[in-house]
C-alpha cells in the first residue's frame, strides 16, 4: 500500500486492517500484522490494554489455566523476559504482562484507546468496510477484524427491581479501578459462576455480613494455587519447542494426559485413584479427563460428579448448606467448572450465609435490600456476579452490515453461523476471532488466541501474494462446518446443560451450542488444511 493509498478517502482504504479490542487477541494481532507491513488501526472501548483483564478487577480474579501455559508463545524473547509468579495469576499481574507485552512491541501507537467501534458497513463496489466509531471518526479499511472477546458485554440485570436499589452496586465485570472497601458492610453477591466463586471467599473476608445469592450451584475444585507447577516448568526448561508444540496439538491447549480409562469399566480403586490425582492437581483439564467417557457418557460423568458432591459435604459443616451447594441440574463439566481458593469453606464462617434461590426466589430488589419469597434482607452494597452475554454479544453489540445490507445481528437471530468459527458469508474481509463454531472458551485461550491471529494473518499475507482482494466463504463451506459444530456438540453431554456455551443465561438469546468441542488440535488441523488446500471453502478475488 502507498501512501497515496492511506490517504484516499472513502475511494480507497486508509489502512489495510482495522481491529477491534487490545486484549490478548487484539494485541497479538497488531503485532504480527505490522511485521508483516501491513497499516492498522486497533480500537479500544477502554483506556488502556488488557481486555477482560483490564475490566475485571474484582478481589480474587485470577486464571484457570496456568500461567505456564497462559502465556503468548510467540516469541521465546518474550518468554525469557516475564516470569510468572504463581500457578494461577491474579489479574493485577496478567494486566501488568499484557501491558509489557504492549510496550515491548510499542503496541499502543496503533491504538485507539476510550473509543467504541459502533458500526461497520461494507462497500461493495469499492470492496471496502467503513467503520465507524463512537468519537465520530470514520476508517475505511481492506480487512475488518473484530477482536472483542467472548466474555467482554456484562450481562444486564434482569432481576425485579434492580434500579431502585440506593445502595452501592458493583459488577464483578466492572470492578472499579481504586476498589471498593467492604469493611463492616453488609454485602449481597448474586451468582455463584467462576467470578461469584473467586470473589467470595476474598469478600467474605471483609464485609460485616455475606449473604451469597445462589441460583444454580456449580462444580469447583481447589485451585491449589501456589509456584509455577514445577514438572511444567521442567518441560519447558528441557525443550519449549516441544511443550509448546505438544499445546498446540492438544484437545484443550494445555498438554494433558489422555487417558482410556473407561468410568463405567474402572475398579473402584481406579477411579478413587485418578480422581484424588485430578483433584491435588487442581487443574481443570486433569478434573475434566479422569475418565475418557465421563464428556459423553451420563453414568461415568456421575461417578466424577458425586466424587466432588462428597468433597463439598466434607468441606462445609452444616448439611442443609452443603447440600444446597452440591450441583445436581447438570452434568460435571457441561457448565465451565470453577477453580476456587477456599470457597466451600467459606460457609462455615459465622458471618456467611447462603440463600437457595431454587427454594426461595427472589421476589424483587428493593430500596434498601433483596426480598424474597420468604424474608426481607437489608444490604449496604450488592455485587453482581451475573455473567456475560458471551461469543456473540460483542459482534452483534456492533452493527456490522454486509453484503446486501444484512446486519451480522440479523443473519444471526437463530444462532451463528460461520465457516471455521472465524468468517461467515455474506460478509467478505470479516474475521471474528475465537468466535462461535471455533474452540475459543472450551480451550486455553492464550492458545487459541495465537492459533486464529496466525491464520488470519498469514491468509492475509497469502492474498496479498496471489494480488486477491477479497475473501469470503462459500454457503457450502458454512453449512458444513455448522454441521460439523453441531455433530461434535450433539454427542457430547454439553447441550443438556442451561449453560452460557447455550446461550441459556441471556433471556431471548438463540439457543445452540456456540463453540467448537472437537478439540483444539482437530481445529487446527481443519484451518491448516484448507490454507494447504489454496483456501477450500473459500471464494477469493
Ligand atoms: P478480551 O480480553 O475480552 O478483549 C476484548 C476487548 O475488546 C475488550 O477490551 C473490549 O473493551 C474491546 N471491545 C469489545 N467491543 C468493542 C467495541 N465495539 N469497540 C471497541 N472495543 C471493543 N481464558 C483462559 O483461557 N484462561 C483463563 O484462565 C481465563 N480466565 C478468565 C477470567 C475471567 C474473569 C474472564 C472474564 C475470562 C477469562 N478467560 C480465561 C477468558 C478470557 O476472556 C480470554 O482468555 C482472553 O483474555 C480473551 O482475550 P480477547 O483479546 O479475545 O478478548
Ligand atoms: O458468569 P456465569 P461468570 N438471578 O454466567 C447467576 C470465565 N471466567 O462471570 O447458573 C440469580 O458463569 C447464574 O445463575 P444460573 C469462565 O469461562 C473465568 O461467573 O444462571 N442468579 C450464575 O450463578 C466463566 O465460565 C474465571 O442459574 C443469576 C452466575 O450468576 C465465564 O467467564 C473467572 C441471575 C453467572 O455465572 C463466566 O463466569 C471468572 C439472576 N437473574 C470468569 N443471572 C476464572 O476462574 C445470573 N445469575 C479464570
Same mark, same amino acid.
Given at each position: ?323 444446597? #451447594? ?30 437457595? #434461590? ?184
Amino acid at each position: 500500500m502507498t501512501a497515496d493509498d492511506r490517504n484516499a478517502g472513502p475511494a480507497g482504504p486508509q489502512v489495510d486492517v482495522v481491529v477491534v479490542g487490545a486484549g490478548f487477541a487484539g494485541l497479538y494481532l497488531l503485532h504480527r500484522l505490522r511485521a508483516e507491513g501491513f497499516s492498522v488501526r486497533v480500537f479500544e472501548a477502554a483506556s488502556d490494554v488488557g481486555g477482560t483483564w483490564f475490566w475485571n478487577r474484582y478481589p480474587g480474579a485470577r486464571c484457570d489455566i496456568p500461567t505456564t501455559d497462559y502465556t503468548f508463545s510467540f516469541d521465546p524473547e518474550l518468554e525469557r523476559e516475564w516470569t510468572w509468579s504463581e500457578k494461577y495469576a491474579t489479574q493485577p499481574e496478567i494486566l501488568r504482562y499484557l501491558q509489557f507485552v504492549a510496550d515491548r512491541y510499542d503496541l499502543r501507537r496503533d491504538i485507539t484507546f476510550d473509543t467504541r467501534v459502533e458500526g461497520a458497513d461494507w462497500d461493495d463496489v469499492a470492496g471496502l468496510w467503513v467503520v465507524r466509531t463512537s468519537t465520530g471518526e470514520t476508517v475505511s479499511c481492506r480487512h475488518y477484524v473484530m477482536a472483542t472477546g467472548c466474555l467482554s458485554v456484562p450481562k444486564a440485570p434482569d432481576i425485579e427491581g434492580a434500579p431502585r436499589f440506593a445502595g452501592e452496586v458493583y459488577f464483578t465485570s466492572r470492578w472499579p479501578h481504586e476498589g471498593v472497601d467492604l469493611t463492616g458492610k453488609r454485602v449481597a453477591v448474586v451468582g455463584t459462576g467462576s467470578s461469584g466463586i473467586q470473589s467470595i471467599p476474598l469478600i467474605a473476608q471483609q464485609a460485616a455480613q455475606l449473604t451469597v445469592f445462589q441460583r444454580t450451584p456449580n462444580f469447583s475444585i481447589p485451585a491449589h494455587n501456589g509456584p509455577a507447577p514445577a514438572d511444567r516448568l521442567a518441560q519447558l526448561a528441557a525443550d519449549r519447542d516441544a511443550y509448546r508444540t505438544a499445546a498446540k496439538w492438544s484437545r484443550g491447549g494445555v498438554p494433558a494426559e489422555v487417558t482410556d480409562v473407561l468410568g463405567v469399566t474402572a475398579p473402584e480403586e481406579v477411579r478413587r485413584e485418578r480422581f484424588e490425582a485430578a483433584w491435588e492437581a487442581g487443574e481443570l483439564f486433569a478434573i475434566l479427563g479422569v475418565f475418557a467417557d465421563q464428556g459423553v457418557n451420563p453414568a461415568s460423568n456421575e461417578i466424577v460428579a458425586e466424587m466432588v458432591r462428597e468433597k463439598i459435604r466434607s468441606i462445609v459443616d452444616d448439611p442443609e448448606t452443603a447440600e444446597a #451447594l452440591c450441583p445436581k441440574d447438570h452434568y460435571f463439566g457441561t457448565k465451565r467448572p470453577c477453580l476456587d481458593s477456599g470457597y466451600h469453606a467459606t460457609f462455615n464462617m459465622p458471618h456467611v450465609r447462603l440463600v437457595d #434461590l431454587r427454594k426461595t426466589p427472589i421476589t424483587t430488589i428493593t430500596e434498601t435490600g433483596i426480598d424474597t419469597a420468604t424474608e426481607s434482607n437489608e444490604f449496604d452494597v450488592i455485587v453482581y456476579a451475573t455473567g456475560f452475554d458471551a461469543m456473540t454479544g460483542a459482534l452483534v453489540g456492533v452493527d456490522v452490515t454486509g453484503r446486501d445490507g444484512v446486519t451480522l445481528k440479523e443473519k444471526w437471530a437463530d444462532g451463528p453461523s460461520t465457516y471455521l468459527g472465524l468468517t461467515t458469508v455474506g460478509f467478505p474481509n470479516f474475521c471474528a476471532l475465537t468466535g462461535p463454531g471455533s474452540p475459543s472458551v472450551l480451550s486455553n485461550m492464550a492458545v487459541s488466541i495465537e492459533q486464529h491471529v496466525d491464520w488470519v494473518t498469514d491468509c492475509l499475507v497469502d492474498l496479498r501474494a496471489k494480488g486477491m482482494t477479497t475473501i469470503e466463504p462459500t454457503p457450502p463451506a458454512e453449512d458444513g462446518w455448522n454441521q460439523h459444530v453441531a455433530d461434535c456438540a450433539a454427542i457430547s453431554l454439553h447441550p443438556t446443560a442451561n449453560s452460557w456455551y447455550m446461550g441459556a443465561n441471556v433471556p431471548g438469546k438463540p439457543r445452540v451450542f456456540y463453540p467448537y468441542i472437537g478439540g483444539v488440535d482437530n481445529y487446527r488441523a481443519a484451518c491448516d488444511e484448507v490454507r494447504a488446500t489454496d483456501y477450500l471453502g473459500f471464494r477469493l478475488s
